[in-house]
């Protein structure tokens, strides 16, 4: 049976009468490219990502797109329009075959005004969300296209299990969608690869790309900063 109640977001939320809420809410599948939101459209409903992933795209005032986050199972959008009602900002596009649960605004409205901990959880993922445009604002302003593309593998690189020190970006994104990521062309973003790869800072494996001295990027990170202060 499709319930709010396994939706990790909704976990705790014992205050909830999720019968109720279910009645209100679709459930909708979506194929791989599949667009689920475009830019400017009007509609208002939060969607939350029960299996697949979709990736979410800015456009640029010149009309370039930039890939603001790839968004997994699990995980939730479209909370800004249901709070202030305006335009959407952004495209969501389905990466992969992805159900979603589609909750109309008022209804998740209505969640956060009778759950405290629903209302905690949103008020969290906003903030932690501004944190991390701020940072990508700072980095866009004061970085070249190189350190921008080593804060962008730290971001997405987590620990390498049985390698201390190490980090793996698994899979690893092609060279376009690094560049769409960092706001540059592919052919830059492969001379970067490379010049990495001679340095001994990162190597390619099956499945993954490994950052074999992350220290070493956030030092480089780090010292370009200051001196773009």
């Not at 990502?49 to 995980?75: F, H, M, N, P």
């Not at 906003?126 to 866009?140: I, M, N, P, T």
């Not at 302003?141 to 730290?154: G, I, Q």
């Not at 062309?185 to 494996?205: A, H, I, P």
Request: glycine letters at 8%; proline letters at 3%; a neutral charge.
């Amino acid at each position: 049976m499709q319930t709010l109640a396994q939706i990790p977001f909704f976990k705790d939320a014992g205050e909830l009468d999720f019968a109720k809420f279910d009645r209100r809410c679709a459930w909708k599948r979506y194929d791989e490219g599949e667009i689920v939101i475009d830019y400017e459209d009007d509609s208002t409903e939060v969607y939350f990502i029960i299996s697949g992933d979709v990736r979410i795209l800015i456009r640029t005032a010149a009309g370039k797109e930039i890939i603001l986050a790839d968004i997994k199972a699990g995980q939730f959008f479209g909370e800004l329009a249901a709070i202030d009602g305006l335009k959407r900002t952004a495209n969501v596009t389905a990466l992969t075959r992805a159900e979603l649960c589609i909750m109309p605004a008022a209804t998740f409205r209505d969640i956060l005004f009778q759950s405290s901990t629903c209302c905690d959880k949103v008020l969290r993922l906003l903030a932690r969300r501004v944190r991390e445009l701020d940072g990508r604002l700072a980095e866009h302003t004061v970085l070249d296209l190189r350190h921008r593309l080593y804060a962008e593998l730290l971001r997405l690189s987590v620990p390498r299990a049985g390698h201390p020190g190490e980090r793996v970006v698994s899979p690893p994104p092609y060279h376009h969608v690094f560049a769409a990521r960092i706001g540059c062309r592919r052919e830059q973003v492969t001379r970067e690869f490379t010049t990495m790869s001679g340095e001994g800072l990162v190597e390619k494996t099956r499945g993954g790309l490994v950052l074999l001295k992350p220290g070493v990027l956030e030092a480089r990170i780090a010292a370009a900063l200051r001196s773009g202060d």
